[in-house]
């Protein structure tokens, strides 16, 4: 393909389409929760040896200019990175307190990683929260409405400092890409529903829905605090957004951003609950017509069952009433669009795929009850996640066409299983390698392309193996990590595999076409 393909709709600015890579702070960089260390919400997990402490992580804090220069040396032009709340606004003791001081000194060390980033020719793509938030605010942090207070003061200085001094004292242009919250869909369900992240007391559809309530508000502040702040030191306008883990529920992910884009099309709070019924039937009946190729076996149907039920409790308990903090929020924006681009993480989306057949054999944790020992034996792991690449083109492509807006993957990735003592290193399930999952979804970007759909970059996750909220079992990176040794990155996988040169020959064979961006 060209570099001068164009994708053109009304009211854009053209962009070069941005090759990357995922990463997030917590889950990389080292240096949480231990003695006089950053602490975060997970600290209480890890002295409870509920999870793996993340310890050194990757050591990105210390090795990011060679993680920098090895992007650039792939081809890519872009990284996707996080900046952490907890280092930002540390406190070393995870009890409740008062909202401690900015450290300046971080803010600093950040300023200098994202200059490195621009340095190395990567476009950075920031995000502000990615699971984790300070200790000091709790274990149930969104289920205050203070927390919104709180982050969105989080926002206003640190973006502020970053960007003046990115400007002033490296003469390089301020962020353009921002990612508010990581996956609220993933950070809620997981914290009240499944128990996979720490929690409080609170459980249950209830407390999901009033976090619901104050991230979405947290988010709407968010997007106008940094379009406020860029108007007002004459910055380009930046492009701001969040990203959601893509499903096929309505309920879990597309019904975000419906109740994020109806104001702007013009659909009034008394009539949202018809709004979002005919978009989620329509979603079922335009993915029924597609007729992806799934493999039907009996975990399969049964977690069509389970999608089957879930749809009916959708319709029953949605309620504006349960919204009524973030549609206040809403209601006083001057901006009636809060999202810039839309921005998916594509795994495996599909309910039906959510079971498989019992497996008891790679348990890490200790599971203390027969439910919680059987629905870790049944349910699918990082590593049983279906590679199905015919589901990206869809959902690109259906939510461009719904919703009207460009789109970024933000994350794409498949799990190898390797423990960090370097057992269980096998074959997945479907014999597939990292290269193989490459080349598959990357076929996908490039008939997206072809077709004119307005994806304007692809992020893989992640540039290496990392902490995989609890465990450094799963292996995402296109270099591998010998935790039993070091952080060192490797280019060839326990299997065999080189995915980074795959990666590298396929952005090499499309290139960089010019897309554009909606104004």
């Known amino acids: 393909m060209s570099n001068s393909l164009n994708i053109t709709t009304k009211n854009q600015k053209d962009a070069a389409f941005l090759w990357g890579v995922a990463t997030s702070g917590y889950q990389s960089e080292g240096g949480y929760n231990g003695f006089s260390q950053p602490q975060n919400n997970w600290t209480f997990w890890e002295k409870q040896g509920k999870v793996m402490p993340t310890k050194d992580a990757t050591e990105f804090w210390h090795r990011y200019q060679e993680d920098f220069k090895t992007c650039q040396k792939l081809g890519l032009n872009s990284f996707r ?220 149907f049964l977690g069509k069952l389970v999608h089957q039920i879930s749809n009916k409790l959708g319709y029953r308990i949605f309620d504006p009433k349960n919204l009524d903090v973030y549609l206040q929020e809403l209601a006083k924006s001057a901006r009636s669009q809060i999202f810039d681009y839309l921005a998916i993480d594509y795994y495996d989306p599909f309910l039906a795929h959510i079971f498989r057949l019992p497996d008891f054999s790679d348990f890490e944790f200790e599971t203390k009850d027969f439910r919680g020992w059987l629905m870790s034996g049944i349910t699918s792991k990082w590593w049983d996640w279906r590679s199905l690449p015919e589901g990206l083109h869809f959902f690109c492509k259906y939510y461009t066409e719904t919703l009207g807006y460009p789109i970024m993957i ?47 970059g692809y992020m893989h996750w992640s540039l290496t193996d990392n902490y995989e909220w609890g465990s450094y079992t799963p292996r995402f990176g296109l270099f591998s990590i010998d935790f039993a040794k070091n952080s060192d990155r490797i280019i060839e996988d326990h299997l065999g595999d080189r995915p980074s040169e795959t990666y590298a020959q396929l952005i090499q064979e499309i290139g960089s076409p010019s897309i554009s961006l909606k104004s």
């Open 410 to 456: 933000a994350e794409n990735g498949m799990a190898l299983r390797r423990k960090p003592d370097n057992s269980l290193s096998s074959y997945r399930r479907d014999q597939i390698k990292r290269s193989d999952f490459l080349k598959a979804h990357i076929h996908q970007i490039k008939r997206l392309l072809n077709e004119n759909v307005p994806v304007i």
């Open 81 to 300: 990175l996080g900046l952490e709340w907890a280092r930002i606004q540390p406190s070393t003791s995870p009890e409740t307190a008062p909202a401690p001081a900015f450290d300046t000194d971080v803010l600093d060390a950040y300023t200098s990683i994202i200059a490195a980033c621009y340095q190395h020719n990567l476009e950075p793509i920031v995000t502000l929260h990615h699971f984790t938030h300070p200790a000091w605010l709790g274990l149930d942090a969104w289920l205050s409405t203070d927390t919104i207070e709180c982050f969105v003061e989080y926002v206003r200085v640190t973006i502020a400092h970053i960007n003046r001094r990115l400007t002033d004292y490296y003469q390089l242009p301020p962020i353009k890409w921002f990612i508010t919250i990581n996956e609220p869909n993933i950070l809620l369900s997981n914290t009240y529903l499944s128990g996979q992240f720490p929690a409080g007391s609170a459980m249950g559809i209830g407390a999901m829905m009033k976090g619901y309530n104050h991230i979405l508000a947290a988010h709407v502040r968010a997007y106008n605090v940094i379009h406020d702040l860029y108007a007002a030191e004459g910055w380009l306008t930046p492009q701001v957004t969040l990203n959601t883990y893509c499903s096929d529920l309505y309920w879990s992910e597309k019904v975000i951003w419906d109740l994020m884009n109806h104001q702007n099309v013009g659909i009034k709070t008394q009539d949202l609950p018809d709004y979002i019924v005919n978009n989620a039937q329509h979603l079922d009946r335009t993915l029924s017509q597609a007729k992806l190729p799934f493999r039907r076996n009996l975990p399969y």
